[in-house]
């Protein structure tokens, strides 16, 4: 079974400042992994994802993650918010060795961003 | 290029009413996927399609929802006798013909049943 746990349903960060997103995963095969994004009242949008290949993903709007297999972690990074970084972020598996099954999302984080 | 699309993209419904919600996927995409999100479970798998292969119907919630998708692309998704608990936003979304290739989702239909 695979499942996605993101912690903080809610992250404030400052303009300029670091933003970490923190998602775990549970997976009993070998997992491909994805950060969206959701801006209010749109679908949701690829960032990055990793698929076994190098464990430091870039993804768009300067975020990356990094996948982790010791601490079965995959956490989103920015070196430095910008304001228009405010929206939801999920987490989501699938099983690499699984062509054709879902995304298992994790319950989202809101990133907020002041000024 | 296009990406996908969904239509209505609201649905204001009353309990007990029957309701269609369509999805065209990107061209060419042979996975097709539909999502609920709703405020109290998150984002949750309802079924997918691959091809001309026996969709995966293991996320549907009860035996009122249904899907079809014709010709290989248009997908209706099909919910019987309304409850207000099925109030959500629905999403679609296309991938290329390898299951774990990236997902691309459409804006959803928000459903509301009164």
């Known amino acids: 079974a695979q499942s996605v746990t993101q912690l903080g349903s809610h992250v404030s960060v400052s303009e300029g400042a670091l933003v970490l997103l923190r998602c775990n995963y549970s997976s009993s095969v070998p997992p491909y992994l994805f950060w969206y994004v959701q801006y209010p009242n749109q679908g949701l949008q690829l960032l990055l994802k990793y698929t076994s290949a190098a464990t430091l993903v870039k993804g768009i709007n300067g975020f990356e993650a990094e996948f982790k297999k010791s601490e079965t972690s995959f956490h989103l990074t920015k070196p430095s918010a910008h304001m228009s970084d405010a929206a939801e972020y999920f987490c989501a598996v699938t099983g690499a060795q699984q062509a054709g099954t879902a995304l298992i999302f994790g319950k989202g984080t809101t990133l907020s961003v002041s000024s | 290029g296009a990406g996908v699309s969904q239509s209505p993209s609201n649905k204001v419904t009353e309990k007990g009413k029957d309701v269609e919600l369509r999805c065209d996927p990107i061209s060419g995409h042979t996975a097709l996927y539909w999502y609920r999100q709703s405020l109290g479970q998150g984002l949750e798998f309802l079924i997918y399609f691959q091809g001309n292969s026996a969709p995966d119907k293991s996320g549907l919630p009860s035996d009122r929802f249904s899907a079809e998708r014709t010709g290989g692309s248009v997908s209706t998704l099909t919910i019987q006798r309304t409850q207000q608990e099925d109030s959500a936003v629905y999403l679609c979304?296309?991938?290329?013909?390898?299951?774990?290739?990236?997902?691309?989702f459409g804006p959803g239909t928000r459903l509301t049943v009164l």
């Open positions: 979304a296309s991938s290329s013909r390898w299951g774990t290739d990236t997902q691309y």
